[in-house]
Protein backbone atom coordinates (compact mmCIF):
# COMPACT_ATOMS: atom_id res chain seq x y z
CA UNK A 1 0.00 0.00 0.00
CA UNK A 2 1.06 3.21 -1.03
CA UNK A 3 -0.10 6.32 0.95
CA UNK A 4 0.67 9.71 -1.53
CA UNK A 5 0.29 13.41 0.16
CA UNK A 6 0.18 16.54 -2.35
CA UNK A 7 1.06 19.54 -1.09
CA UNK A 8 1.26 23.19 -2.39
CA UNK A 9 -2.06 23.64 -4.49
CA UNK A 10 -3.76 27.44 -3.76
CA UNK A 11 -5.04 30.96 -5.50
CA UNK A 12 -2.93 32.31 -7.93
CA UNK A 13 -3.92 35.18 -11.01
CA UNK A 14 -3.36 34.09 -14.41
CA UNK A 15 0.03 34.18 -15.65
CA UNK A 16 1.29 33.38 -11.94
CA UNK A 17 2.80 30.00 -10.67
CA UNK A 18 2.60 26.99 -8.79
CA UNK A 19 4.74 24.15 -7.45
CA UNK A 20 2.69 20.95 -6.27
CA UNK A 21 4.45 18.45 -4.44
CA UNK A 22 3.42 14.81 -3.35
CA UNK A 23 4.98 13.04 -0.41
CA UNK A 24 4.69 8.95 -1.12
CA UNK A 25 5.16 6.45 1.82
CA UNK A 26 7.07 3.66 0.30
CA UNK A 27 10.49 2.65 0.75
CA UNK A 28 10.65 1.58 -2.95
CA UNK A 29 9.30 4.68 -4.22
CA UNK A 30 12.08 4.54 -7.16
CA UNK A 31 9.68 1.30 -8.72
CA UNK A 32 6.95 3.46 -8.98
CA UNK A 33 5.90 5.43 -12.47
CA UNK A 34 4.37 9.07 -11.12
CA UNK A 35 1.54 10.75 -12.66
CA UNK A 36 -0.47 14.28 -12.07
CA UNK A 37 -3.96 14.18 -12.94
CA UNK A 38 -6.78 17.13 -12.74
CA UNK A 39 -10.52 17.21 -12.31
CA UNK A 40 -12.46 20.04 -12.84
CA UNK A 41 -15.93 20.41 -11.38
CA UNK A 42 -18.58 18.77 -13.41
CA UNK A 43 -15.71 17.22 -15.49
CA UNK A 44 -14.32 13.57 -15.98
CA UNK A 45 -10.54 13.04 -14.08
CA UNK A 46 -8.27 13.97 -16.83
CA UNK A 47 -4.34 13.16 -17.37
CA UNK A 48 -1.71 16.32 -16.91
CA UNK A 49 1.78 14.95 -16.47
CA UNK A 50 3.44 11.68 -15.54
CA UNK A 51 7.40 10.28 -15.27
CA UNK A 52 9.01 7.05 -15.25
CA UNK A 53 10.65 5.81 -12.17
CA UNK A 54 14.05 7.12 -13.01
CA UNK A 55 12.52 10.26 -14.23
CA UNK A 56 14.34 9.54 -17.73
CA UNK A 57 11.08 9.98 -19.25
CA UNK A 58 7.74 12.02 -19.31
CA UNK A 59 4.95 12.67 -20.88
CA UNK A 60 2.24 16.03 -20.86
CA UNK A 61 -1.02 16.98 -22.11
CA UNK A 62 -0.93 18.67 -25.22
CA UNK A 63 -3.15 21.59 -22.85
CA UNK A 64 -0.09 21.90 -20.54
CA UNK A 65 3.08 21.60 -22.71
CA UNK A 66 5.63 24.08 -22.37
CA UNK A 67 3.78 25.38 -19.17
CA UNK A 68 4.11 22.76 -16.81
CA UNK A 69 6.82 20.37 -16.02
CA UNK A 70 7.43 17.07 -14.07
CA UNK A 71 10.14 16.34 -12.02
CA UNK A 72 11.03 13.35 -9.12
CA UNK A 73 13.32 13.05 -6.44
CA UNK A 74 14.07 9.60 -5.35
CA UNK A 75 15.86 9.83 -2.32
CA UNK A 76 13.05 12.58 -1.00
CA UNK A 77 10.43 9.70 -2.24
CA UNK A 78 8.46 13.45 -3.93
CA UNK A 79 7.17 14.11 -7.11
CA UNK A 80 6.78 17.42 -8.20
CA UNK A 81 4.45 19.47 -10.62
CA UNK A 82 5.77 22.90 -11.38
CA UNK A 83 2.93 25.04 -13.24
CA UNK A 84 3.86 28.09 -14.78
CA UNK A 85 1.97 30.73 -16.80
CA UNK A 86 -1.21 29.71 -15.29
CA UNK A 87 -4.66 29.92 -16.92
CA UNK A 88 -8.35 30.21 -15.59
CA UNK A 89 -8.70 26.45 -17.10
CA UNK A 90 -6.60 25.25 -15.42
CA UNK A 91 -8.39 25.28 -12.28
CA UNK A 92 -9.02 22.33 -11.07
CA UNK A 93 -8.27 19.63 -7.94
CA UNK A 94 -4.67 18.14 -8.44
CA UNK A 95 -4.33 14.39 -7.71
CA UNK A 96 -0.93 12.60 -7.38
CA UNK A 97 -0.91 8.46 -8.49
CA UNK A 98 1.46 6.14 -8.63
CA UNK A 99 1.91 2.53 -10.74
CA UNK A 100 4.34 -0.13 -10.05
CA UNK A 101 6.45 0.48 -13.06
CA UNK A 102 6.92 -2.60 -15.40
CA UNK A 103 9.22 -2.54 -18.44
CA UNK A 104 6.60 -3.75 -21.27
CA UNK A 105 4.44 -0.24 -19.57
CA UNK A 106 2.73 1.64 -22.70
CA UNK A 107 1.91 5.35 -23.07
CA UNK A 108 -1.61 4.27 -22.08
CA UNK A 109 -0.20 2.90 -18.44
CA UNK A 110 1.13 5.91 -17.89
CA UNK A 111 -1.15 8.59 -19.07
CA UNK A 112 -4.61 6.89 -18.41
CA UNK A 113 -6.25 6.87 -14.49
CA UNK A 114 -6.83 2.98 -15.39
CA UNK A 115 -2.87 2.88 -15.17
CA UNK A 116 -2.42 3.75 -11.54
CA UNK A 117 -3.19 1.88 -8.69
CA UNK A 118 -2.49 5.13 -5.80
CA UNK A 119 -4.16 7.98 -5.47
CA UNK A 120 -3.64 11.11 -3.08
CA UNK A 121 -6.40 12.84 -1.87
CA UNK A 122 -5.69 15.93 -4.04
CA UNK A 123 -5.30 19.60 -3.93
CA UNK A 124 -6.68 22.43 -5.04
CA UNK A 125 -5.63 24.86 -7.73
CA UNK A 126 -7.66 28.20 -8.64
CA UNK A 127 -6.70 30.41 -11.06
CA UNK A 128 -8.42 33.98 -11.39
CA UNK A 129 -8.62 35.85 -14.58
Known amino acids: QVQLVESGGGWVQAGGSLRLSCAAS????????MGWFRQAPGKDREFVAS????????YYADSVKGRFTISRDNAKNTVFLQMNSLRPEDTAVYYC??????????????????????WGQGTQVTVSS
Open 97 to 118: AARPQLTTDTIKDLTTTGGYDY
Open 26 to 33: TRTFSRYG
Open 51 to 58: ISWTGGVT
